[in-house]
């Protein structure tokens, strides 16, 4: 069935390092993602989002790449600190409204 | 604090026995959605509202599953007669109607442990 998944479950830098972390999608009618950090025993809690007529976003920190040839995304961050150590987790939808279906996640760990 | 709130936010039940859980949205937000997820995974759907409308039902959703947002504010989560199955963090998420409103926040989840 449709999925969307991540290239690496885990993931380790230094601190002040940028990281890079990957996801694939399958469902080709997808047209808003979102990236959400989740840390242990909390809710997720959005960082990005990016739909399909653009193929870049910035944040504070944080840029979101969409390649829709390729059907993948993924979440830069710049500087990374010990704060950012957490799950990250894709999502994707394919209308305003729909249920998100999630990727497996990505065990950030940010090393001082 | 104006996000997402559940409670309880642990419970501890015996198979078997009935368990209920509360979300409140964010206050302008008319849809609300609920979310299972299991440890090292991500959130799988449940079901979604529309203000009080049921609009979508996972077939995650067993028959033992009841969800109900009857003035289209805070809904309620049921699990009739738990499974260990059951164990997981259960998640509620909120979000308005527009292009421009419609990302999806969560709330810190309800962690149900069934003995």
Known sequence: GESVGLHLPTLSVQEGDNSIINCAYSNSASDYFIWYKQESGKGPQFI?????????????????LLNKTVKHLSLQIAATQPGDSAVYFCAETWASGSRLTFGEGTQLTVNP | DT?????????????????????????????????????????????????????????????????????GSFSTLEIQRTEQG??????????GRTASTDTQYFGPGTRLTVL
């Open chain 1, 48 to 64: 990005i989002d990016i739909r399909s007529n653009m193929d870049k976003r910035q944040g504070q920190r944080v840029t979101v």
């Open chain 2, 3 to 71: 996000g997402v709130s559940q409670d309880p936010r642990h419970k501890i039940t015996k198979r078997g026995q009935n368990v209920t859980f509360r979300c409140d949205p964010i206050s302008e937000h008319n849809r609300l959605y609920w979310y299972r997820q299991t440890l090292g995974q991500g959130p799988e759907f449940l079901t979604y509202f529309q203000n009080e409308a049921q609009l979508e039902k996972s077939r995650l959703l067993s028959d033992r599953f009841s969800a109900e947002r009857p003035k």
């Open chain 2, 86 to 95: 059951d164990s997981a963090m259960y998640l509620c998420a909120s979000s």
